[in-house]
Every structure is written in C-alpha cells, then in structure tokens.
C-alpha cells in the first residue's frame, strides 16, 4: 500500500510536526516522508480531503459487539468495520458475550474472529467467572491469550474480597483492574438518575451516591492492595472530586467518561425515548460541567463510546423494560468536537489510553507504521439512521446536530474511506 496525503493538518502533540500542515508518504504501510510539498509521480495514490486532519489512531477502551452469543446485535466484523469508518484503529472489547468472555478459548475465539481487519481488536476479560461476582476468572490464562485488561462490564464487584484478590494476584503480570462504579443495594431497581425529573416522571431513580460510594470503597481497597485500578464512565461531579484527591495520594488510578455524559442530560428523559436508558444513567448539567472541567484538567484520562449495540427487540418496548446501551462509535467525534478542545479529545482517544491499556502507540513521525485517523473538525450535519453503520441503531444522538466528520482511518496496512 503506496499512499500520499496532501496537506494534512497534524494533530499529535508528541509529534513534532504538531499543528502543522504537511504532505505524508506511506510506503508499505510505513510513513517515509513528512515535507511540505510533495511531489507524485503518478504512480502513487494521492488521497486528498476537504479540510484534512489526522491523528494517531484513535483507541476506544469499552466496546460491545455482541458476538459470540448476541450477533443479532452487532457481529466482530462488523463492528470492526464500523469502528474503521468511525475513526477507531483499535478497540477493546467488553467481555458480555455469550457465554462471558472467562476463558481462555472465549478469548482466542474474539481474538481470531478479528484476524485480517484495518481496526485492532483487543480482548478485555471478565474478572470474575460468568461476570457473576463470585469467583475470580482465570486472568493469567486469559493474559497469554490477548485478553488485556480485566473487568466485569457494567457489572459492580460486590464482593470487596475478590477486587482485593484480583488487585493483588494481577500485579505479578502487571495486570490493570476495571471496576463498575455502582453499588447495586442504592441503586437497587432503578434506571435513571434520580433527581427532580426521575420525581416529575415517576421514574425509578439511581442517585449519584450509587457511584460514588463503589468508587470510595474500591480506592479504600486499592489503597490497602496496590496495584492499577481504572474507573470506566464515572458520571457525577463528586466521582471527578474523589478519584482527584486519590491521585494526589499517588494511588495508581485512572477513569474514563463516556461521550454522552460529557453532553446530555437527565433533561432528555422527558422524551421517554428509550435510547436514552444508558448506565450509568444521563446525570445533571451540573455533573456534565464537572466531567468537561475533570478532562481540562486531566484528572479524567480517557473518552469512550461505551458502544453497546442493543437489538429492537430490548430497545423499542416501554422504558422501565428497555435495556441499558447506546451505540456510540459513529457520534463521538461529531457529538464531542465542538464540547471538548480538539487536541484534549485527541489525547484522550490516543496517548492515553494506549498507555494505560498498555497498547503500542505511533506516533506520527518518519519510520513509524502508519497508524492514523483521518477527519475534518469544521463539518456541520444531523446525525440520523443514516449515517448509522452498525447493525442495532439505539443511538442517543440520533436527529442531534453533530459537528465534525470523521473519514476514516490508515492502519495496519489498510485503507478504510
């Protein structure tokens, strides 16, 4: 593969073309050449695009494909193709299968389904057994095999003895620990956030101290067992404030936010449009305030979808019955762009969570595989059905205005446009 980028805007600040507009030879899948101007003789393909911009690729830390077991939901393939069109060079993929990703053959399988794509797939292994909180899984078995990271997903651990086994047992390989932020007894049966809205609709709520009072318990035992604990899609401004005071402690802690907690509200509960029923649930303004101010800051280290394909059947029924999820792959750039400064959310789709998922980074330099995002930051549109690629469609952005086009990605000695 023989390619030649014109005039792409570099958006890599460990790059030392950051900010810059240059021409990039690719050569076999290997950047050659970073100039100014350069010249083609007409043998190579020239790709040249409105307003171009590129990045490292973009690495998303919470995937779901459904597959094995739910491939009425979303397939690996296609969604491998549907983060390749979304921005995404690599993902890592929630172990709720069917059965649950626990083994070491449920790994091997997603690994090897995954084989030959533009997009990485990287396994994340359940923590503990059928994601059921009662016996730890077999993490070492499951490292050898590609599982990357541990984590049972959307699922608290609620027995405090097994997070502290799995912390302790998982720092003879340098294993990283996930852990769902939400203490099942307060949360109990509810499915949104509980606060004025959830009253004037008569909803079932969760309150904030749901999550807030897991993240307590699991830093208290982080403190006690060392290790590497992260925190996916923390939702409420007090969640920002304790997982800041445990940095300072030197704790080995990071967190991700998910895209639509950065932009919407409980407000849009009042639509009872299921694809709303995401969990955590849709929080206050006041939380989606203090999530932006965590990432400026760089106490929230990371950006996901949290892409969860889920099918009509559990999607279009009365909202109490619907389940949790939202697709996210094909909005977060566009949803994100004009709410996030653009070099922040490139960091925290790149740099940041390659290195804490221990994933190889490329950066954009001469010599180094080329492994990039493409996208133009400045297109307006309304995000519909449309422009929609995976096989479910619960997105909660859908007939929002989006700004920022994503066109596609360079990896692995692919082109996917």
């Known amino acids: 593969m023989n390619l030649l980028l014109k005039s792409a805007t570099i958006i890599d600040k460990s790059?030392?073309?950051?900010?810059?507009?240059?021409?990039?030879?690719?050569?076999?899948g290997i950047i050659t050449k970073i100039a100014k101007s350069i010249k083609n003789d007409a043998s190579i393909k020239e790709i040249k695009l409105e307003n171009l911009h590129i990045s490292q690729g973009w690495f998303d830390t919470s995937v779901s494909f459904g597959e094995p077991g739910f491939e009425e939901r979303e397939t690996i393939e296609n969604g491998l193709n549907t983060a390749a069109k979304s921005g995404f060079t690599a993902v890592a993929v929630n172990p709720n299968t069917h059965p649950v990703a626990d083994n070491k053959s449920t790994i091997e399988f997603i690994k090897n389904k995954a084989n030959g794509f533009a997009t990485s797939l990287y396994p994340i292994g359940s923590l503990t057994k059928g994601s059921e909180?009662?016996?730890?899984?077999?993490?070492?078995?499951?490292?050898?095999?590609?599982?990357?990271?541990?984590?049972?997903?959307?699922?608290?651990?609620?027995?405090?003895?097994?997070?502290?086994?799995?912390?302790?047992y998982a720092?003879?390989?340098?294993?990283?620990i996930?852990?769902?932020?939400q203490d099942e007894a307060i949360a109990s049966k509810g499915f949104v956030n509980e606060e004025k809205n959830s009253t004037k609709l008569g909803l079932k709520g969760i309150p904030a101290m749901a999550e807030e009072l897991q993240i307590v318990r699991d830093l208290f035992i982080l403190e006690y067992t060392g290790g590497k604990l992260h925190i996916p899609t923390i939702s409420t401004e007090k969640s920002v404030k304790l997982i800041k005071d445990a940095k300072k402690k030197g704790l080995n802690v990071t967190c991700s936010?998910?895209?639509?907690?950065?932009?919407?509200?409980?407000?849009?509960l009042t639509k009872f449009d299921s694809n709303t029923k995401v969990l955590p649930p849709l929080r206050t303004l006041?939380?989606?305030?203090?999530?932006?101010?965590?990432?400026?800051?760089?106490?929230?280290?990371?950006?996901?979808?949290?892409?969860?394909?889920?099918?009509?059947?559990?999607?279009?029924?009365e909202y109490e019955n619907a389940k949790f999820g939202?697709?996210?792959?094909?909005?977060?750039?566009?949803?994100?762009?004009?709410i996030v400064e653009t070099e922040t959310l490139i960091t925290c789709l790149t740099v940041n969570p390659r290195n804490r998922f221990n994933v190889e980074s490329f950066l954009i330099k001469e010599g180094n595989k080329a492994n990039l995002t493409l996208f133009n930051p400045d297109f307006e549109?309304?995000?519909?059905?449309?422009?929609?690629?995976?096989?479910?469609?619960?997105?909660?952005?859908l007939n929002k205005k989006l700004n920022g086009k994503v066109y596609g990605i360079i990896a692995n000695n692919k082109v996917i446009l």
Do not use: C, R, W
Not at 15 to 28: A, C, T, Y
Not at 257 to 268: R, S, Y
């Open 178 to 181: 996930l852990t769902f932020p």
């Open 326 to 338: 939202t697709i996210g792959l094909e909005s977060l750039f566009g949803a994100l762009n004009k």
């Open 286 to 317: 006041k939380d989606t305030k203090a999530l932006i101010k965590g990432l400026n800051e760089g106490i929230i280290d990371i950006i996901t979808s949290d892409h969860n394909p889920i099918d009509i059947e559990h999607k279009k029924v």
């Open 171 to 176: 720092q003879n390989f340098d294993g990283l």
């Open 133 to 168: 909180s009662k016996d730890i899984a077999e993490l070492y078995d499951m490292k050898n095999s590609g599982a990357i990271v541990f984590g049972d997903y959307n699922k608290p651990i609620s027995n405090a003895n097994l997070l502290k086994i799995g912390l302790l």
């Open 15 to 28: 790059s030392p073309f950051h900010l810059q507009k240059k021409d990039i030879l690719i050569e076999n």
């Open 257 to 268: 936010v998910a895209a639509h907690h950065l932009i919407l509200t409980d407000d849009e």
């Open 381 to 397: 549109y309304e995000f519909t059905e449309a422009n929609i690629i995976s096989t479910s469609k619960n997105s909660v952005f």
